[in-house]
């Protein structure tokens, strides 16, 4: 998504609406990649997978100590 559009022609208000728009897009394209990566985490875990512990740490970093 192209976010760099030339907003000096817009009032402030459709200027705030396209932000409020584009903000929403960028939360929803967010979350999609969160639970992407959670699904993965739970299909590796499900199946034993040796690589569990890899990705886990590349998703939740915050759960070990540096």
Same mark, same amino acid.
């Given at each position: 998504?192209? #976010? +760099?559009? &030339?907003?000096?022609?817009? +009032? #402030? ?6 932000? *409020?728009?584009?903000? #929403? ?9 969160? &639970? #992407?990566?959670? @699904? ?9 997978? %040796? @690589?569990?512990?890899? *990705?886990?740490?590349?998703?939740? %970093? @915050?759960?070990?100590?540096?």
């Amino acid at each position: 998504m192209n #976010d +760099t559009i &030339n907003l000096g022609c817009f +009032t #402030d208000i459709q200027k705030s609406i396209y932000e *409020r728009i584009l903000s #929403d897009v960028k939360i929803k394209e967010l979350e999609s990649k969160v &639970n #992407d990566a959670f @699904e993965e985490v739970v299909i590796l875990a499900k199946n034993n997978s %040796p @690589e569990f512990l890899i *990705r886990f740490k590349v998703v939740y %970093p @915050e759960f070990f100590i540096s």
